[in-house]
C-alpha cells in the first residue's frame, strides 16, 4: 500500500525500518523534519531508540562515532552547513570504518545562505571516505537508506554511507511512497550484530590510535580496498532488495539510451524533468538518452564506459561546482572516459541554490549539446544566469 | 595499588609530566570496568603510537574538541544495550578549556553519565606552548611572549572552566592535585561514585613548557595549591563549592621562581601583585581573608 510522504518523512520511516539503536541529531533546514519524526517515534514507543540532541552537526557526528563503536545501529541527518561543520569528523567515521547511515537534504552553502536544493553540500564531502547514493524520489530516498545500511554493514565494506535527497524538493514534497512491510525489512538487513570490534570491557581494545609514516598508508589502502568491494557489495544488495520488495535499483540507469548519439548524465530530482523533457523531444525525432547517477562514491567507472561507448556527445547535468574547475559529475565523467575519442563530454552548471531545473534548461541544455554534435562549444556552460547583472558587477 | 596496570607504562609521556600520574591513579580507582574517551593532547598522542598502546582498558579517540560528545555516543549506546560501565573523558586545557568546551557544556547540559577530567598544564603544550584559555596571567607561551611592548606575557586571567561546571550544576565538580593524593583520591571516588556528568579538574606540571626541573614537578605543583592559586575544592548539583583544604598561603613567589614561564615577571613586582592581589580576591568570596 502506497502512503503520501515527503521525502524527510521516507527517510525517518527508513531508519525506523532499520530498527536504529542510536539517533544523534542536530537540526537544520531542510532536513529537521527527520529528527522531529524520530523523536516522536521514540517518544510514543514506536522506536526503541536513544535520542540525543546536541550541541552542533560536529557533536552529533562525534556522538554517532560514540554510539556506533559500541557497536549501535547509528542513523542521524543534516545537510548543507550541517554537513560542511562535520567535515572533519566524517574522514574519522571512514577512518574508524564504522557502518553509520545519514540522510542529506542537499541544499546549496554560503554565502550567500540560502536554503534551497543543489548538492554542493555533499559532493564537497566527496573524498571524506563515505558512499555517496542520490535519490531521485521519495521512494528511492527510503529505499536507499535501508540499502545503505546493507552495504555498509557488510564486513568487505565497512564504510559509512550518506543519502543524499533533494532539498525541497524532494525533502517537503509528498509523493506516493510503498513502506515496505517491518517483516520484510527485519529479514532483508538481520538483527544488528556488529562485524567490527567495538569499545568492549571484556576484550579492551584501542580506537583511534596515532599513525605514524609506518602504518598511515597502509589504513588508507584497506579504506581504498573497502571502497572497491563496495561497488560489488552495491550490486549484490541492489539485487536482493529487487527481489525481496520488487524494485530495481542499478548505480547507474540508463534509459532511451540505445540508438541515442545524445546522452545526458543526471544526478537526483532533476531526473524525472529530463526523463519527460526526453520522452518529448523523441516523439520529434531526436535521438536522446539518459543516464541517472544513483551511486557518486564509488564512482561506477566500469559501467559508464559501457553505457557511454559508441556516444557521439555527454551533455553532464551538474548541480555543483568546483570554483576554478566546473562542475564535479563532469570531472569525474571526463575523468573516466579518458583517454577515448568519443564521446565528447559538455559540462552544465543548473540549478543552483534552488533555481528551478525546468524544460526551458533542458531545451537550452540540448540546443548547446547539438552544436557540439557538429562543432566546438564552450567546455563550462551556465545554463539560466543573468551574466549580464554580474557583468555590472552588481553581485560583488 | 590495585589495578595500577590499567594504565601500562612505557609510553612516551615526558619526565616530570604529572599527567600520567592523574591517569594511573584514577584507573587505579575506577577498575577495569572503564571505558576511556580520550581528547587529541599529549596523552593521546605519547600512549597509542601503532600498534602499540599503553591503555588496558577500552580507549577510543576520535578528534580534539569533542571527546565529550563521543562519550555521549558511547553513553546512549550503551543505554540501550542495557550496559553500564564508568566512562572517563581525558581532556588538556585546550582540548576542554577551549575547542572542546561547547561539546562538554553540552554533554553535561543533557546529563550523560560520564566522568570528564581535564589534565591542565595551562597551555597547547602537545603543538608546543602555545597559550589556551586556561593560560594564567603573566606566563610567557610562544603565542604569548614577552617583550619590550609586552612585558607581561599572557594577560588575560585563566578560565575558571570548574566554576563554568558548577553553573551547569554537573552533579560534581572538583579541583585536584596528585600533590595530596589523599584529596585526589576521594574526589575521584565520589566522582566515580555519583551519577550523571561529573568534572574534574586536575593541575598538571609540563616541565618542557612551564621551564621547569621535571625533578620537582610534584613539589611545584604542591606550591601552586599552597600558595592559594589552585585552590582544592569540590561542588554537587551546582551548590556552593566547597574547600577541602586550607592552604598555608605561602608566598606566590616561591611558585613563580620555581619556572621560567614567570622568569619576567620577577623583575615587575607590580604584576606579582596583581596575582596576589587576584588570590585574595578568589578567597575572599569563598569566605577566607588570606
Known sequence: MKTMLRGNE???????????????????????????????????????????????????????????????????ATASQGLALMHEILFIASGMRLPIVMGIGNRALSAPINIWCDHQDTIAQRDTGWLQFYAESNQEG???????????????????????????VLTHTMEPVDIPEQSKVDEFLGEFKPNYRILDTKNPATFGAFGSPRHYMEFKYAQHLAMQAASHVIDEVFEEFERKFGRKYSKITEEFTEDADIVFITMGSCTGTAREF????????????????????????????????????????????????????????????????????????????????TFDTFEKILEITEKGLEGSVEEINWIEVDKEAVEKEEMI | MKNDWLFAPGHGLCAGCAIPIIVKHILAI???NTIVVNATGCLEVATTEYPRTAWRVPWVHVA???????????????????????????????GTADIGIQALSGMVERGHNVLYVMYDNEAYMNTGIQRSGATPYGA?????????????????????????????????????????????????????????PRF???????????????????????????????????????????????????????????????????KNPEYIEKIKEDIKQWWRRHGVEI
Not at chain 1, 544523534?24 to 523523536?39: A, C, D, G, Q, R
Not at chain 1, 564509488?298 to 559508464?304: A, H, R, Y
Not at chain 2, 580534539?64 to 543505554?79: R, T
Not at chain 2, 611592548?149 to 560534581?172: D, Q, T
Open chain 2, 30 to 32: 575506577s577498575g577495569e
Open chain 2, 200 to 266: 574534574i579538574h586536575a593541575i598538571s606540571t609540563c616541565p618542557t613548557g612551564w621551564r621547569s626541573d621535571p625533578s620537582k614537578s610534584i613539589e611545584i605543583i604542591k606550591l601552586a595549591t599552597e600558595t592559594g592559586l589552585f585552590p582544592l575544592w569540590e561542588s554537587e548539583n551546582g551548590e556552593e563549592i566547597k574547600i577541602t583544604y586550607k592552604p598555608k598561603f605561602l608566598p606566590v613567589e616561591e611558585y613563580l621562581k620555581a619556572q621560567g614561564r614567570f622568569r619576567h615577571l620577577l
Open chain 2, 64 to 94: 580534539f574538541e569533542n571527546a565529550a560528545a563521543v562519550a555521549s555516543g558511547i553513553e546512549a549506546a550503551m543505554k540501550k544495550k542495557g550496559e553500564k560501565a564508568n566512562i572517563i573523558c581525558f581532556g588538556g586545557d585546550g
Open chain 1, 142 to 168: 527510503l529505499d536507499l537508506i535501508l540499502m545503505a545500511f546493507k552495504i555498509s554493514e557488510d564486513k568487505r565494506v565497512l564504510l559509512p554511507s550518506m543519502v543524499g535527497l533533494d532539498a525541497f
Open chain 2, 140 to 196: 610567557w607561551t610562544t603565542t604569548s611572549e614577552v617583550g619590550k611592548a609586552n612585558p607581561i606575557g599572557n594577560a588575560r586571567p585563566k578560565k575558571p572552566v570548574a566554576e563554568i561546571m558548577v553553573a551547569h550544576r554537573a552533579s560534581y565538580v572538583a579541583t585536584v592535585n596528585v600533590a595530596f593524593i589523599r584529596d585526589f583520591k576521594k574526589k575521584v571516588e565520589k566522582a566515580l561514585k555519583t551519577e550523571g
Open chain 1, 278 to 357: 526526453i520522452k518529448m523531444k523523441r516523439k520529434e525525432g531526436k535521438k536522446i538518452g539518459l543516464i541517472k547517477l544513483t551511486v557518486f562514491r564509488p564512482f561506477p567507472k566500469d559501467e559508464l564506459r559501457k553505457a557511454l561507448k559508441g556516444k557521439k556527445v555527454v551533455a553532464v547535468v551538474d548541480r555543483n561546482f568546483s570554483p576554478g574547475f566546473g562542475g564535479a559529475v563532469y570531472g569525474e565523467v571526463l575523468a573516466t572516459m579518458y583517454g577515448r575519442d568519443e564521446p565528447k563530454i559538455i559540462d552544465f552548471i543548473v540549478g543552483l541554490g534552488g533555481r528551478d531545473i
Open chain 1, 10 to 76: 521516507s527517510v525517518a520511516y527508513a531508519f525506523k525500518l532499520a530498527r536504529i539503536d542510536v539517533f544523534p541529531m542536530f537540526p537544520i533546514t531542510p532536513s529537521t523534519l527527520v529528527p522531529e519524526m524520530i523523536s516522536k517515534f521514540v517518544a510514543n514507543g514506536e522506536l526503541d531508540a536513544e535520542f540525543i540532541p546536541l550541541d552542533s552537526e560536529h557533536s552529533a557526528i562525534s556522538a554517532a562515532i560514540g554510539a556506533s563503536l559500541k557497536g549501535a545501529r547509528v542513523g542521524t
